[in-house]
């Protein structure tokens, strides 16, 4: 289950880079640009950011909790 929730953590967050992009009134951009977006915001934002942060706050068990409620939280806000 973890390729799964992986992949599709990284299209919500690529609907979301999408929709930004929309809404900056970007529209003559390539078709993979919002999916490379959601690839890079995710690792980044969804992975690294909360396993460097939650292992600084509060050790090993931060930095495995971090990513899981980052995961949790993109759950709730992509409504899977």
């Known amino acids: ?3 799964v929730f992986f992949i599709v953590a990284i299209v919500s967050v ?3 880079c999408e929709d930004a992009l929309r809404w900056l009134g ?3 951009r390539p078709r993979w640009l919002p999916g490379v977006l959601g690839a890079v915001g ?3 934002l969804g992975l690294a950011g ?7 706050l509060m ?3 931060g930095a495995i909790l971090g ?3 980052a ?3 993109i759950a709730v806000l992509g409504r899977w």
């Open 1 to 3: 289950m973890i390729p």
């Open 14 to 16: 690529g609907s979301w």
């Open 26 to 28: 970007v529209r003559a």
């Open 42 to 44: 995710y690792v980044s």
């Open 50 to 56: 909360p396993a460097y942060l939650g292992g600084r």
């Open 59 to 61: 050790g090993w068990p």
């Open 67 to 69: 990513p899981v409620l």
């Open 71 to 73: 995961l949790g939280a």
